[in-house]
């Protein structure tokens, strides 16, 4: 039987002696193979950095698409919407969805507790409609810093919407 031998600077080591060198502290070359999940992780920043720099570009295409096959839209919007709520997936796991999503955000969420504690400078009506009830906050930029905010609002960027207006603008 044959040992195996491996070659670092041009001496050769039998695994035995790597295992003695390492525990002396002798710092050997280490392999280190991607694993297919390291692989998936590179193909997913690369396919997220490709939509979002040419996100624009597609919703247009998507957006004259609609507009010329309007009955083809239709059709494939009925598929993809049972598909999408299938039985495991019912509206409520949705909803659930949703709303991790909507604290996962760390900076976003900073932004709205920054709005929410200074809320009293925007005006309290809706922006579209006027109405004073059921108003929610409309962030059109996500400030973290307390002047940013301030100035957002004073510009019209942050804003009261009552909810059938906020629900539109989603």
């Known amino acids: 039987m044959k040992l195996m031998r491996y070659i670092y600077s041009g001496k050769s080591y039998t695994p035995k002696e790597i295992i003695k060198n390492q525990e002396i502290n002798i710092n050997l070359p280490k392999i280190k193979k991607q694993s297919k999940l390291e692989k998936c992780k590179k193909h997913r920043e690369l396919a997220l950095k490709y939509y979002y720099e040419n996100k624009s570009k597609m919703l247009v295409k998507i957006k004259n698409w609609k507009l010329k096959n309007p009955e083809k839209e239709k059709k494939y919007r009925k598929k993809y919407f049972s598909k999408w709520y ?10 659930k969805y ?8 760390s900076k976003k969420q900073i932004s709205r507790n920054i709005t929410y504690k200074i809320k009293n400078m925007i005006t309290p009506e809706c922006k579209n ?3 004073k009830e059921n108003l929610q906050i409309h962030h059109e930029i996500y400030p973290i810093v307390v002047q ?5 609002i004073k510009s019209n960027q942050i804003y009261y919407l009552c909810k059938p207006c906020h629900k539109k603008i989603k």
């Open 86 to 95: 299938a039985k495991k997936r019912n509206k409520t796991w949705m909803k």
């Open 98 to 105: 949703m709303r991790e999503y909507y604290f996962k955000n």
């Open 129 to 131: 409609c006027g109405i």
């Open 148 to 152: 940013e905010v301030i100035d957002a």
